[in-house]
């Protein structure tokens, strides 16, 4: 049995590896957070982008994303997977990032 080190399934295992692991991904999985500040929007976001539904702001970095639909591994990105990626990585920088914000916008980062 594969080591999964707490993740839900393997598959959720594969996907945040790759979203973590992966510099492209992991900037624009951060990109989909601060532009939405809620991880179910953030989640969507970054699904709809990956499968080519959705075309990221002109203004964004990632105009050129690659259109996938799996990992490397043939994992697909599904809304579990990336939710339970984005929420690790919320958790992670939740001790050092502090996002440019005002006082009175809420932030998923707060502690």
Not at 63 to 72: A, C, F, G
Request: glycine share 2%; proline share 4%; charged share 15%.
């Amino acid at each position: 049995m594969i080591n999964t080190m707490g993740h839900r399934s393997k598959n959720a295992w594969y996907v945040f590896l790759w979203i973590s692991n992966n510099a492209f991904l992991y900037e624009f999985a951060i990109e989909c957070i601060r532009s939405t500040c809620n991880i179910h929007f953030a989640t969507l976001r970054f699904i709809r982008i990956m499968e080519g539904q959705q075309n990221p702001d002109l203004n964004s970095r990632f105009v050129q994303v690659i259109r996938e639909y799996h990992t490397p591994d043939n994992v697909k990105y599904n809304y579990k997977c990336v939710y339970n990626a984005l929420s690790i990585i919320i958790d992670r920088h939740k001790s050092y990032y502090k996002p440019l914000q005002s006082s009175s916008t809420p932030s998923i980062f707060a502690a």
